[in-house]
Antibody, heavy 122, light 107 residues
Framework: EVQLVESGGGLVQPGGSLRLSCAAS????????MDWVRQAPMKGLEWVAR??????????EYAASVKGRFTISRDDSSNSLYLQMNSLKTEDTAVYYC?????????????WGQGTLVSVSS | DIQMTQSPSSLSASVGDRVIITCRAS??????LGWYQQKPGKAPERLIY???SLQSGAPSRFSGSGSGTEFTLTISSLQPEDCATYYC?????????FGGGTKVEIK
């Protein structure tokens, strides 16, 4: 069974930093692109970032709203995905989901974690 | 960026009704589209990929159609457990973008 378990969320002041982690199990992590998607309170879904697999040189993509502030990374040896968030703004407050990308199915998101809440407030 | 416009934003229908949700892309995306269901307090789950392929395990009353810029998600016979918010997303180009969501309620 595919499992994605996020951790690392919490309350942080504007301008602060936070590192989210996602522990993956139940599949060959290294075979998949992985993404972060977020959802602000009572709002819709917003794609945040993508990291490709080793065969694609671990290249990354970012939403314009987080580019230069957030960094996505992965450790295939420990089946882990990360999101380093710096210079946090109040508008970054959201539930952050770790998401598996299925490149056999038009790169749609076939598995989601339960999410971790990040609150940015003074 | 490709804009995804969903309609309606909410609807109320009776059990057994046929429900249709529309998603329009601001430019052609082929069939690079997914539909997701999100129940209150839960993470989204994929229902449809490649515009019309049903996720394994998803009920057969859900179906997707369309290509290019116009897409639909149809629930052939609405059930109480279908109360949720539904999102479309395009995976054709970066950034990946989602529609604003359609909240489905039972009348």
């Amino acid at each position: 069974e595919v499992q994605l378990v996020e951790s690392g969320g919490g309350l942080v002041q504007p301008g602060g930093s936070l590192r989210l982690s996602c522990a993956a199990s139940g599949f060959t992590f290294s075979d998949h692109y992985m993404d972060w998607v977020r959802q602000a309170p009572m709002k819709g879904l917003e794609w945040v970032a993508r990291i490709r697999k080793k065969a694609n040189s671990y290249t990354t993509e970012y939403a314009a709203s987080v580019k230069g502030r957030f960094t996505i990374s992965r450790d295939d040896s420990s089946n882990s995905l990360y999101l380093q968030m710096n210079s946090l703004k109040t508008e970054d407050t959201a539930v952050y989901y770790c998401v598996r990308v299925n490149d056999q199915n038009k790169y749609t998101f076939d598995h989601w974690g339960q999410g971790t809440l990040v609150s940015v407030s003074s | 960026d490709i804009q995804m416009t969903q309609s309606p934003s909410s609807l109320s229908a009776s059990v057994g009704d046929r429900v249709i949700i529309t998603c329009r892309a601001s430019q052609g995306i082929g069939n690079d589209l997914g539909w997701y269901q999100q129940k209150p307090g839960k993470a989204p789950e994929r229902l449809i990929y490649a515009a019309s392929s049903l996720q394994s395990g998803a009920p057969s009353r859900f179906s997707g159609s369309g290509s290019g810029t116009e897409f639909t998600l149809t629930i052939s016979s609405l059930q109480p457990e279908d109360c949720a918010t539904y999102y479309c997303s395009q995976h054709n180009s970066y950034p990946v973008t989602f529609g604003g969501g359609t909240k489905v309620e039972i009348k």
